[in-house]
């Protein structure tokens, strides 16, 4: 009955440790996301500034202010 007891709560660590990866993981990938938002965002504020912005149908055209 101790074996089993045993393997039931290492059973339980590797359900936890699982658990903890899948976690992470998810919490990189919104990570990424959020960088790649934000790094757009840089890169409309400057083209903005700088009064160029691209069209989105046609990336070799830009429209001047």
Known sequence: MK????LVAQLD???QLLLTRV???????SMQFFVQIESLNQKVSLAEKGRQVK???S???????
């Open 59 to 65: 990336p070799n055209s830009s429209e001047k202010r």
């Open 23 to 29: 976690s992470l993981e998810s919490n990189v990938h």
């Open 13 to 15: 660590f590797v359900n």
């Open 3 to 6: 074996k089993l007891e045993q």
């Open 55 to 57: 069209n989105a149908c």
